[in-house]
Each structure stands twice: as structure tokens, then as C-alpha cells.
Nanobody, 121 residues
Framework: QVQLVESGGGLVQPGGSLRLSCAAS????????MGWYRQAPGKQRELVAY???????NYGDSVRGRVTISRDNAKNTVILQMNSLKPEDTAVYYC???????????????WGQGTQVSVSS
């Protein structure tokens, strides 16, 4: 079994910062990519940021320049540093990872349970 456990969400004022963390655990053989998506009420889930095992990154248009994604491959952890937050950043943020388990040749997508980020004065 594989689990993704997120932490770091909460309430912050506009212009503030938050740091989200996600740790993958379980019978992991390899992780290709890890990242964050978000979903606001009434909207589709969208990419926030993604990073591969080699360090290549991809950012969503709405957050580019305000967020930074980093990864600790040894700890199977991905960090999302969010700055200059806006009310429109309010959403549930989900951790995602492409993982290959021990004794399984297939790559599978895993999701965390989500953490609420609210930006409001």
C-alpha cells in the first residue's frame, strides 16, 4: 500500500505565504513525479506545480512566479512554497505522485486526501 500524507494548509491573509508538504510512504520502489493540484468549489481540478525525479518542473499559469516546488527524493517528500497568496488561491490542495510499487512493473497515480487553503482577510 502507498499513502500520501499532506500537511501545511490553513487560513492566511492576502499577500501571505504558506508551505505545503506531502510525504509518500509504503511499499515504494520508485517515484517518477510528485506535485500539487487544487480544486475550488464549482471548478475543475487544476495543476499547481509538478516536479519529476530529475528536477524538471511545471507550474500552472495562475500561480507561476508565486509558488516554488521542491522535492527530497531520499525522503519521498514534495514541498510547495506559496507566496503572495490571493483569495482566488482558496481551494483544496491535493498531492499527487506517480509511483511504482515493489514487485509491480506498473506506474500508478496516487492522490492525497487534500488540505484546505483559505486566503481571506
Amino acid at each position: 500500500q502507498v499513502q500520501l500524507v499532506e500537511s501545511g494548509g490553513g487560513l492566511v491573509q492576502p499577500g501571505g505565504s504558506l508551505r505545503l508538504s506531502c510525504a509518500a510512504s509504503g511499499s515504494i520502489f520508485n517515484i517518477y513525479g510528485m506535485g500539487w493540484y487544487r480544486q475550488a468549489p464549482g471548478k475543475q481540478r487544476e495543476l499547481v506545480a509538478y516536479i519529476t525525479s530529475g528536477g524538471s518542473t511545471n507550474y500552472g499559469d495562475s500561480v507561476r512566479g508565486r509558488v516554488t516546488i521542491s522535492r527530497d527524493n531520499a525522503k519521498n517528500t514534495v514541498i510547495l512554497q506559496m507566496n503572495s497568496l490571493k483569495p482566488e488561491d482558496t481551494a483544496v490542495y491535493y498531492c499527487n505522485a506517480a509511483i511504482r510499487q515493489q514487485d509491480d512493473a506498473r506506474w500508478r497515480d496516487y492522490w492525497g486526501q487534500g488540505t484546505q487553503v483559505s486566503v481571506s482577510s
